[in-house]
């Protein structure tokens, strides 16, 4: 049910419910089904991968990381801000 619920969220899905998948590839039109079945295998195959649970601790670390590079951004906006403030002339 897990790969047929994403499946249904991509693009090649139809009103009707039927799933679309062209080929153009060669001239011919047994080449072109082969091929579109090796797409929708492909699709299956994507599809079927869960994605892991991220642990707490990897979560931590992406804080973290995303804190630091905000300070570091800051940090940057404030160098560039005090330059330009150096070259202006008061009138």
Same mark, same amino acid.
């Given at each position: 049910?897990? !790969?047929?619920? !994403? /499946? #249904?969220?991509? #693009?090649r899905m139809n009103k009707k419910g039927?799933? !679309? @998948?062209? $080929?153009?590839?060669? &001239?011919?039109? %047994?080449?072109? @089904? =082969? =091929?579109? /079945?090796l797409k929708l295998k492909q699709l299956i195959e994507e599809a079927s991968v869960v994605p892991k649970e991220t642990s707490e601790e990897q #979560?931590? !670390?992406? &804080?973290?990381?995303?804190? %630091?590079?905000?300070?570091m951004r800051l940090k940057e906006k404030m160098f560039n801000k /005090? %330059? %330009?403030? $150096? &070259? &202006?002339?008061d009138w």
């Open positions: 049910m897990y !790969v047929y619920n !994403v /499946l #249904k969220e991509g #693009k039927e799933f !679309v @998948i062209t $080929s153009t590839k060669t &001239r011919t039109q %047994k080449g072109n @089904i =082969d =091929d579109a /079945l #979560k931590e !670390v992406v &804080r973290q990381l995303q804190k %630091k590079a905000n300070t /005090l %330059k %330009k403030q $150096s &070259r &202006r002339k």
